[in-house]
C-alpha cells in the first residue's frame, strides 16, 4: 500500500530486481555452454522459474539459432507439468489476458483465486512485479495460447470471460489485443460501441482508425464502422 511504502513497511521491487542479470543466469547454468546460457538468458529476460529449470536439468535439447521454439517445446510443457492439476486450465485461461493484476484473476477465479496465484507464481508461470499486477512470460504467453487455440469450447469460453471482465473495465486496449489475437470481429464492434465516445473525447482518433480497420478486414460492414469514420474524418 502507499502508506506501508511510505513508512518502509513495504519495499517495491520493480521487474529488473526479480530476474536475474547474466552474470547471475551464468553461474546457475553451469550445465549449459557459456554462449547457450547467454541464449537462454536473453530469450527469458533472466526469468526465475526457466532459468531455474535450465539449470536443473541436463536433459533439455540443444540450442540453435531457435532457442524461442526450444523454450516453448521444452521449458513451458515442464513448467505447466510442475503445476496442480486443479489449476492448469486456469493459468491457461490467463494467457489470453494481455495484462493480468489480482483483479482480473478474482473475477475469473472467485473461489480459488489465492490458490490460483500462489500456484502460478510458485511454478514460475506468473511473476508478481507489483502488488497487484503479474507478468507472464511472453514464450509461456505464446505456449498457453497455442494449447487454448487448439480447444474450441475452453477458448470459447476463456475468451469470453476475460473480455467480459476488460469490457467492463472500460480496458480498450486490452479487449482490442484479445480480437485480434483470436480474430473475433464481433468483439471489435462492441469494442466500438462501447468506446467510440470516449474515445473522441480524449482524441484517440488514431486508435479509433486502427480498430474500424481491423474490423473491415475481416469483411464485416457495420453501421457503427462507418459512424466512427465519419466522425473521425470530421
Given at each position: 500500500?502507499?502508506?506501508g511504502?511510505m513508512?518502509g513497511?513495504?519495499?517495491e521491487?520493480?521487474?529488473?530486481?526479480l530476474?536475474f542479470?547474466?552474470?547471475?543466469?551464468?553461474?546457475?547454468l553451469?550445465?549449459?555452454?557459456?554462449d547457450?546460457?547467454?541464449?537462454?538468458?536473453?530469450a527469458?529476460r533472466?526469468w526465475?522459474?526457466?532459468?531455474?529449470l535450465?539449470?536443473l536439468?541436463?536433459?533439455m535439447p540443444p540450442?540453435?539459432g531457435?532457442l524461442?521454439d526450444t523454450l516453448?517445446?521444452?521449458?513451458?510443457e515442464?513448467?505447466?507439468?510442475a503445476?496442480?492439476?486443479?489449476?492448469?486450465?486456469d493459468v491457461?485461461t490467463l494467457s489470453?489476458a494481455?495484462s493480468?493484476t489480482?483483479?482480473?484473476i478474482q473475477?475469473?477465479?472467485p473461489?480459488r483465486?489465492?490458490?490460483?496465484?500462489?500456484a502460478?507464481?510458485?511454478?514460475g508461470?506468473?511473476?508478481?512485479v507489483?502488488?497487484?499486477e503479474f507478468?507472464l512470460?511472453?514464450?509461456?504467453?505464446?505456449?498457453?495460447l497455442?494449447?487454448?487455440?487448439?480447444?474450441?469450447?475452453?477458448?470459447?469460453?476463456?475468451?469470453?470471460?476475460?473480455?467480459?471482465?476488460f469490457?467492463?473495465t472500460r480496458?480498450?486496449d486490452d479487449?482490442?489485443?484479445?480480437a485480434?489475437?483470436?480474430?473475433?470481429?464481433d468483439v471489435?464492434?462492441?469494442?466500438?460501441e462501447q468506446?467510440?465516445?470516449?474515445?473522441?473525447?480524449?482524441?484517440?482518433?488514431?486508435t479509433?482508425a486502427q480498430?474500424?480497420?481491423?474490423?473491415v478486414?475481416?469483411g464485416v460492414?457495420?453501421r457503427?464502422?462507418?459512424?466512427?469514420?465519419?466522425?473521425?474524418?470530421f
Amino acid at each position: 500500500t502507499g502508506r506501508g511504502l511510505m513508512y518502509g513497511e513495504v519495499v517495491e521491487l520493480d521487474r529488473e530486481a526479480l530476474t536475474f542479470t547474466s552474470p547471475e543466469a551464468l553461474e546457475i547454468l553451469t550445465n549449459r555452454p557459456r554462449d547457450e546460457a547467454r541464449k537462454i538468458h536473453a530469450a527469458t529476460r533472466g526469468w526465475p522459474a526457466v532459468i531455474g529449470l535450465a539449470g536443473l536439468t541436463s536433459e533439455m535439447p540443444p540450442i540453435g539459432g531457435e532457442l524461442p521454439d526450444t523454450l516453448h517445446q521444452y521449458f513451458a510443457e515442464e513448467l505447466l507439468g510442475a503445476l496442480p492439476r486443479e489449476v492448469r486450465a486456469d493459468v491457461v485461461t490467463l494467457s489470453v489476458a494481455p495484462s493480468i493484476t489480482t483483479a482480473l484473476i478474482q473475477n475469473l477465479f472467485p473461489d480459488r483465486a489465492e490458490a490460483v496465484i500462489d500456484a502460478a507464481v510458485s511454478a514460475g508461470f506468473l511473476l508478481r512485479v507489483s502488488d497487484v499486477e503479474f507478468e507472464l512470460h511472453p514464450l509461456l504467453r505464446g505456449f498457453l495460447l497455442a494449447k487454448i487455440k487448439e480447444e474450441d469450447e475452453s477458448r470459447s469460453a476463456a475468451v469470453k470471460a476475460v473480455t467480459d471482465f476488460f469490457l467492463s473495465t472500460r480496458s480498450w486496449d486490452d479487449v482490442f489485443a484479445i480480437a485480434h489475437d483470436f480474430s473475433q470481429p464481433d468483439v471489435l464492434i462492441t469494442l466500438l460501441e462501447q468506446a467510440l465516445n470516449e474515445c473522441l473525447l480524449t482524441g484517440r482518433l488514431t486508435t479509433l482508425a486502427q480498430w474500424a480497420d481491423e474490423i473491415v478486414s475481416h469483411g464485416v460492414e457495420s453501421r457503427i464502422v462507418s459512424l466512427a469514420r465519419s466522425e473521425n474524418d470530421f
